[in-house]
């Protein structure tokens, strides 16, 4: 199995930055691809980005060109840069994790963009 627990949401002023972390339980070298999912309140959960266990990474175009992906595997953790917030960026961020054809889910993270 594999934990994952997310950190680094909090409440920042439009055009601010955040680093979002996403540690994992388990030994890096036997997960696979890692994703970052947002959902605010009284919308769908929605893919923002994705990393390949090779580090390629994808994004949603909501974000593309702002937030950066990336993955330390020797640290078990994966990260999600995010610059130019914008208030419509406020959501609760959830890393997700591939391991042994299941995908496991964090808590979540909140992230605040305020105008």
């Known amino acids: 199995q594999v934990q994952l627990a997310e950190s680094g949401g909090g409440l920042v002023q439009a055009g601010g930055s955040l680093r979002l972390s996403c540690a994992a339980s388990?030994?890096?070298?036997?997960?696979?691809?890692m994703n970052w999912y947002r959902q605010a309140p009284g919308k769908q959960r929605d893919l923002v980005a994705s990393?390949?266990?090779?580090?390629?990474?994808d994004y949603s175009d909501a974000v593309k060109g702002r937030f950066t992906i990336s993955r330390d595997n020797a640290n078990n953790t994966a990260y999600l840069q995010m610059n130019s917030l914008k208030p419509e960026d406020t959501a609760r961020y959830y890393c997700?994790?591939?391991?042994?054809?299941?995908?496991?889910w964090g808590r979540g993270t909140q992230v605040t963009v305020s105008s």
């Open positions: 997700t994790a591939a391991f042994q054809g299941r995908v496991y």
């Open positions: 388990t030994s890096p070298f036997s997960i696979g691809a």
């Open positions: 990393i390949t266990s090779g580090g390629t990474p």
